[in-house]
């Protein structure tokens, strides 16, 4: 793998780099990363709080995580690209869209999580493990 990985948003107003190594990647099926991505699950991959640099100016979208937790959802007030995120219980840790990589094929998934929100027409790898909510090591 090498750094930075870059991505943005689709009419590239808001750009990022990641300069180290991802901690995980796993495809996110709740009913936020539902409504914010515009379909079945979001591609996540969580990097170290740090190593996500961002240029560009973006907004934020408050949710509520099921720990009680605040999500911030940042996306690209221009072409409404759904970014990165920002947990108030993690400051480790930041999700980001995988989709939105400049080389998305880097993008290996290990698990799917919150799977008892996802669709009926939601087709998942099923040699990847599963976890109902959120998986206890992130
Ligand atoms: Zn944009
Ligand atoms: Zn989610």
New binding site residues.
């Given amino acids: 793998m090498k750094f930075p990985i870059t991505g943005g948003?689709?009419?590239?107003?808001?750009k990022y780099e990641i300069h180290a190594a991802p901690i995980g990647a796993g495809n996110c099926h709740c009913r936020s990363c539902q409504k914010s991505v515009g379909t079945a699950y979001m591609p996540v991959l969580f990097v170290p709080y740090e190593a996500l640099k961002i240029t560009g100016t973006y907004k934020e979208y408050a949710t509520r995580s099921d720990s009680g937790n605040t999500m911030n959802r940042g996306f690209?007030a221009?072409?409404g690209?759904s970014l990165f995120g920002r947990n108030s219980g993690s400051d480790k840790i930041r999700p980001v869209n995988a989709a939105t990589l400049d080389d998305p094929s880097i993008y290996h998934p290990h698990m799917d999580f919150w799977v008892s929100d996802a669709q009926p027409w939601d087709f998942m790898n099923p040699d990847l493990p599963k976890f109902d909510k959120n998986p206890k090591h992130l």
């Fill in positions: 948003c689709l009419c590239g107003a808001v690209c221009e072409c690209s």
